[in-house]
């Protein structure tokens, strides 16, 4: 296995994981919005919503214009600015429209790093174990991140959350530094083609759609199940170890992809994810006990880390310089979004979480058949 590129690969990762707080602690920060802050699960469902819908907006503009954009040095300014937003946001934290907006601006700023990681990875040979390192990383902040966050929640609070974020983007304002100087293509017009070109083929539409919908069922579920724990009755002990050993089990899971690669392709690794996660995200809906909490948080870790690089290696290889990458982290994001609101406005509704879960399953089994057609698509383009 080639180990050259893997020092870039890993600051690269810790330049992404500063960036996406939200996907990484989005249970634990639902959790102190409501315990420590006030909110109502919904409100605070909202927050995140707000947050992911600005970072959609940010990936879809970059999407059209990415090979003229240099995102180095934009991700300077953002960072800046995300660093100073969420300062601000530990000053005011309350379920209003102004704070909802601080968010949505925050999922802005901090999305143009974050998607400069992306096409960093991509830009470099064995870019597949690239982002199998990448979510990786994910795992492992994520699973310290709400082990701590989840377990400290009375001492750290709700303006000490975002004093926290502040120091997320602090820190990967001073790595940005580290990631390579793209430069921008100066032909605008011929670029304005090429990239809707690769966005409009069957190919990358499926992909992309199928990717936004895949994050919508993940965020939909996710962002409540740390209250799904609570409403079982499951202690903040508990919860904090159970969510500490769930990110953890991501590890071995990203592990496939970074030692196979593409070996194999990306199908059969990408559908045993797939079967993990789709056990994991139903087995709530049989018995909600302890014992199948636990179960489903342990594979849905290891499946989701088996399944997302190979799916985000798949859009890079459709676009080497990033643009189907972009749009689909654009969707994706949307989709998280749509999720997060989706999971408030059906638990408003309900006040239960069943349907919940069940409609995030079907959302998910759309989600896998799309990838896979694209998948198939793309392996007989390459076959002629």
């Known amino acids: 296995m080639d180990y050259k ?16 707080p939200g996907v990484l602690f989005g249970p634990a920060m639902v959790g102190i919005l409501v315990d420590q802050a006030n909110f109502t699960e919904s409100y605070a469902g909202w927050v995140m919503a707000y947050g992911s819908a ?10 059209g214009y990415i090979h003229r954009i240099n995102l180095k040095k934009l991700s300077y300014i953002c960072l800046s600015l995300a660093v100073l937003i969420d ?8 379920p209003s429209f102004s704070f909802l907006a601080l968010r ?4 802005v700023v901090a999305t143009i790093a974050n998607i400069a990681v992306y096409t960093s990875i991509a830009s470099l040979n064995n870019y597949e174990r690239g982002y199998g390192l990448f979510v990786m990383m994910q795992y492992s902040i994520s699973g310290l991140g709400l082990y701590y966050l989840i377990l400290y929640s009375e001492s750290i609070g709700a303006a000490g959350l975002y004093q926290i974020l502040a120091l997320l983007n602090f820190l990967a304002l001073l790595l940005v530094s580290q990631l390579p100087n793209m430069q921008s293509d100066p032909s605008a017009e011929e670029s304005t083609e090429s990239e809707m070109t690769v966005l409009l083929s069957s190919v990358a539409l499926l992909a992309i759609i199928g990717f936004g919908l895949h994050e919508m069922s993940g965020v939909s579920q996710f962002t409540f199940i ?8 499951i202690d903040s002990q508990s919860l904090s170890n159970i969510m500490l050993i769930a ?35 139903s087995i709530l809906l049989i018995e909600k006990t302890f014992m199948t909490y636990a179960l489903r948080m342990c594979l849905i870790g290891f499946g989701w880390s088996i399944a997302l690089p190979y799916i985000q290696s798949h859009l890079a290889s459709i676009d080497k310089k990033g643009s189907a990458l972009a749009a689909g982290n654009s969707f ?6 749509a999720g997060a609101a989706l999971g408030a406005s059906l638990i408003g509704l309900t006040s239960d979480y069943n349907m919940l879960l ?27």
Do not use: D, W
């Not at 089990?249 to 392709?265: D, Q, R, T, W």
């Not at 994810?273 to 056990?279: K, P, S, T």
């Not at 994706?332 to 979004?337: D, K």
């Open 87 to 94: 300062i601000y946001c530990s000053l005011s934290v309350e």
């Open 104 to 107: 949505f601006a925050i999922g």
């Open 54 to 63: 600005g970072s959609a907006l940010a990936l879809i503009v970059i999407s």
């Open 5 to 20: 590129n893997f020092p870039k690969f890993f600051i690269y990762s810790i330049i992404g994981c500063l960036t996406m």
């Open 332 to 337: 994706a994001t949307i989709g998280g979004a």
């Open 247 to 281: 990110s953890l089990l991501g590890i071995p899971g990203s592990m496939v992809c970074i030692i196979l690669g593409n070996k194999f392709g990306l199908l059969p690794p990408f559908l045993f994810g797939i079967f993990c996660c789709l056990f994991g995200m």
């Open 226 to 233: 740390e209250r799904v724990g609570v409403s079982i009755s």
């Open 358 to 384: 069940q409609v995030s399953v079907l959302i998910y089994i759309l989600a896998v058949i799309l990838i896979i057609l694209s998948i198939k698509i793309r392996g007989t383009h390459r076959e002629k």
